[in-house]
T-cell receptor
Framework: AQKITQTQPGMFVQEKEAVTLDCTYD???????LFWYKQPSSGEMIFLIY??????QNATEGRYSLNFQKARKSANLVISASQLGDSAMYFC??????????FGQGTRLTINP | DSGVTQTPKHLITATGQRVTLRCSPR?????VYWYQQSLDQGLQFLIQ???????AKGNILERFSAQQFPDLHSELNLSSLELGDSALYFC???????????????FGEGSRLTVL
């Protein structure tokens, strides 16, 4: 079975600093995808970034990058130059075969001015 | 804006009642997924439809049912509601089936259900 572990329940970061949100996963399938979503206090789930298990390069989307370490089963999200609007819950998720996503428990990120 | 539309955004009802949540996928998307986010269970996959047919099933209770119509919109029906059904219900959509291998999965804003 697939599993996602996000070990940081909460993080506090100063504005403009870079932040790394940890995510480790467990799967026995060689084909899988890793997703990161942002959930602000308003509740919507906003897609941030995706990494396929066979992708050679780490994914990047603007200020977001995914530090994919396949051997360590790690898929950390890096946010560069954090902004106040980055304050939210962040979820890591894995998907394979059965088409469902399995989500971690999330990390609450707070950006301080 | 993800392009996935969910209605209603908020819903308050009583135990024992039945509600219907509606989802319109992004234009061109054939797959619709339903997820439940509750405080104790986190985010859980409920069910997936592709072009009108059920394709995958997760932890969906027997009191819950869903369908996808010919115009591709989907409805999630929740009946005999209990206090524990209070949650945020998300719909997501994608073009095809192999979404987890392409990354094209976008969520709506959710329907917040409160059962009193």
């Amino acid at each position: 079975a697939q599993k996602i572990t996000q070990t940081q329940p909460g993080m506090f970061v100063q504005e403009k600093e870079a932040v790394t949100l940890d995510c480790t996963y467990d799967t026995s399938d060689p084909s899988y995808g890793l997703f990161w979503y942002k959930q602000p206090s308003s509740g919507e789930m906003i897609f941030l970034i995706y990494q396929g298990s066979y992708d050679q390069q780490n994914a990047t989307e603007g200020r977001y990058s995914l530090n994919f370490q396949k051997a360590r089963k790690s898929a950390n999200l890096v946010i560069s130059a954090s902004q106040l609007g980055d304050s939210a819950m962040y979820f890591c998720a894995i998907g394979q075969g059965a088409q469902k996503l399995v989500f971690g428990q999330g990390t609450r990120l707070t950006i301080n001015p | 804006d993800s392009g996935v539309t969910q209605t209603p955004k908020h819903l308050i009802t009583a135990t024992g009642q039945r509600v219907t949540l509606r989802c319109s996928p992004r234009s061109g998307d054939l797959s619709v997924y339903w997820y439940q986010q509750s405080l104790d269970q986190g985010l859980q996959f409920l069910i997936q439809y592709y072009n009108g047919e059920e394709r995958a099933k997760g932890n969906i209770l027997e009191r819950f049912s869903a369908q996808q119509f010919p115009d591709l919109h989907s409805e999630l029906n929740l009946s005999s509601l209990e206090l524990g059904d209070s949650a945020l219900y998300f719909c997501a959509s994608s073009v095809g089936i192999q979404t987890v291998l392409t990354g094209e999965l976008f969520f709506g804003e959710g329907s917040r259900l409160t059962v009193l």
